[in-house]
């Protein structure tokens, strides 16, 4: 009898145990950067609270780590936690998390978000604008080898994040919604 | 509007049926959005014999051999016992038969052979092969002089009568069948113009402001073709434009023209539907004011344009972008419209957007992809074909709207859109309102509310059909 109650225990510790997405397989966490990464100055582009313009440009500071792919997910870090604030609002749905991201010999940046980003979003397109370019804009800003984006969701392609917005090509940077100049346009101006 | 027996029931209307030799005007009535005809009056005219049995609460009309049975609350009649259905059901009500229009063509015309014709919109009918030439309408301000033209395809003789306000313009041909019940134009002398046969004898109403001087009828082209000029006041009635065909190189030659309206198919999108909400709130979703609005500028077309109008989901269903646009290619529509509301971290905007498909998406594909992706070009590009046009219609929607809803701001923003990528015409998305904004989304669910933004949407869509951009489709 003991043993049956064993055997019972064991296959419910299995199934809770199980791999989903509330309980991913973790690896050993590695950190994006090294102590000896000299920090460099970004520009992570949040919702603004008023909408116009849709994106504001907040300078922040990241560390200029070996990898790209490091440097690209301490930008997304940056977007995950921001709080609410007066003027700006969170761009990603709460606890959404970054399960991979890879960028292509293109300059492509896959993103592989949980799916979170999607079922917690409240919907809307000019919200649904603002969670996507937050990411499409950071990341190409910032990192200038990453010419396009694309996102998905739960490891697969998605048409839409909340019904709108097209998620099936790769997406480049828009500034025309953001407060923030191209940087050739800005160089130009500087000259 | 008040609570009828339960159904709910609009202003009555004189509804005239032009028969080849005689017409009778009856009064229509509205239940439920149906427009319901009384059945006794049209048959009497007729000369149909009839038994009205109320036991049985049936009414048979006969017509030689034929017989047609109708049931009280019922949308099955029977035809020589072959029953056939009706999209609404028959009433009866204070001892009165009410049949909704379709009656007409499926019923009446089976059992007498007589043809109706009735233009969604409008209230009249023809029957038969009765003679109503068409009769069309264009108001003009023309520096001192307001000029109405109309233009017939039969000669006409007209009249005039004036007061202070109004001016009556008879016309002497009874039937005639007007392309546009009522002009837009407004100015310093004309308030509005409409058309008007309620009692079965065509007319055309003038509200004019004090400003009228006089009122001038000119014939033209054998009086196919009047100038209605109302002429201001203390202008010098000689300086008045005379009314020509061959127009002075100043005079806009639209005004001779008939205004060609080229966009005469419509598919408005629902937007989400089914398990896809949308936005919500704790009372609102999405999915519901959207079929709502998208229902009632459905009616505001047809009874504006007389166009096609189609709903991409006329339900809740859910149904992917791709399918929504498809339904406007596959059924050639010179516009799209998809219809959403917003929802706004921020609870005092009123959050309200028309988007137009950003101007070069899916060009890194096509440019710099590799002749291996060119294989694979996927349907995505298709918005290209007549994004100009999008852009010009997005310009007319924005003052529009922004004319009629005072204190809401409609900009024109571009976004990578699933919904419009692969339409092939025309093609917005309008997106009014913000669901996490208390009051705006109390005045989205208002009907009075809903009935104006129809209106205001149905102007656009109606100026834009009169534009130049729209005939690039």
Sequence with gaps: MGFFVNIVGRVRSMVNERETEENPFKPPTQPLYAPTDPPISAKIFLPSASGDPLLLGQDDTIFKSAELTNRARQILQKLQEVPQLDAIVPPLPKDTKIQDLFISEQGTAFIDFSNTIATGHPGGVLNEMATIYSIVDSLTYNIPEIKQVKILVGGVEKETLAGHCLLLLPLEMDLSITNVMPREEKTALLK | ?473
Excluded at chain 2, 232 to 240: F, Q, W, Y
Excluded at chain 2, 258 to 285: C, K, L, Q
Excluded at chain 2, 296 to 304: F, V
């Design chain 2, 1 to 473: 509007m008040f609570i009828f027996g339960g159904l709910i029931r609009a202003a009555d209307a004189n509804f005239p049926i032009y028969f080849p030799n005689s017409k009778v005007v009856v009064k229509a009535e509205t239940f439920n959005r149906v427009t319901y005809l009384p059945l006794k009056e049209i048959i009497e005219h007729m000369g149909l014999p009839y038994t009205d049995a109320l036991a049985l609460e049936t009414l048979t009309i006969r017509s030689g051999n034929n017989r047609l049975v109708v049931t009280k609350n019922s949308a099955l009649i029977s035809y020589n016992d072959q029953i056939v259905l009706l999209p609404n059901p028959i009433l009866r009500e204070d001892g009165r038969w009410l049949v909704p229009l379709e009656f007409l063509t499926t019923g009446l015309t089976r059992l007498t052979g007589t043809e109706f014709r009735y233009r969604p919109g409008t209230s009249r009918i023809f029957a038969d092969n009765v003679d109503a030439p068409e009769l069309e309408m264009n108001a003009q301000t023309l520096g001192p002089i307001t000029r109405l033209t109309i233009r017939c395809g039969a000669a006409l003789k007209l009249d005039v009568k004036r007061d202070d306000q109004r001016a009556v313009v008879s016309i002497d041909h009874a039937p005639v069948d007007p392309a546009r019940e009522r002009l837009d134009l407004r100015d310093r002398l004309l308030r509005s113009v409409a058309f008007d046969d309620s009692n079965g004898e065509p007319k055309i109403l003038l509200e004019i402001t004090r400003d009228v001087a006089d009122v001038r009828i000119t014939p033209a082209e054998n009086n196919r073709i009047f100038f209605v000029d109302l002429l201001r006041r203390g202008e010098p009635i000689t300086e008045a434009v005379p009314p020509s065909l061959d127009a002075p190189a100043t005079s806009p030659k639209p005004d001779t023209a008939p205004v060609e309206r080229r966009v005469r198919v419509i598919v408005i999108d629902p937007g989400h539907g089914g398990m896809d909400v949308g936005t919500h709130n704790a009372t609102f979703s999405e999915k519901d004011i959207t079929l709502v609005l998208a229902r009632k500028l459905r009616s505001a077309l047809q009874m504006r344009l007389g166009t096609t109008v189609l709903l991409t989901r006329d339900s809740d269903i859910a149904l992917d972008n791709e399918a929504r646009s498809a339904v406007a290619n596959n059924n050639q529509a010179n516009l799209f419209i998809s219809l959403h509301t917003g929802y706004s971290a921020n609870k005092l905007d009123s959050g309200s957007s028309i988007f137009v498909m950003t101007e070069n998406f899916g060009n890194a594909f096509t440019t710099t992809g590799t002749a291996r992706d060119q294989l694979f070009l996927p349907w995505y590009l298709g918005y290209r074909i007549h994004r100009q046009g999008s852009t010009a219609a997005a310009a007319i929607f924005q003052e529009e709207l922004s004319k009629a809803i005072p204190g809401w701001k409609f900009p024109v923003r571009t976004a990578p859109l699933a919904v419009l990528s692969s339409a092939t015409m025309p093609s917005l998305l309008l997106e009014i309102g913000n669901l996490n904004n208390a009051m705006a989304s109390q005045t989205l669910m208002d009907n009075a509310f809903q009935t104006r933004l129809a209106g205001t949407i149905a102007d656009a869509v109606q100026r834009f059909s009169e534009s130049p951009q729209a005939a690039a489709n």
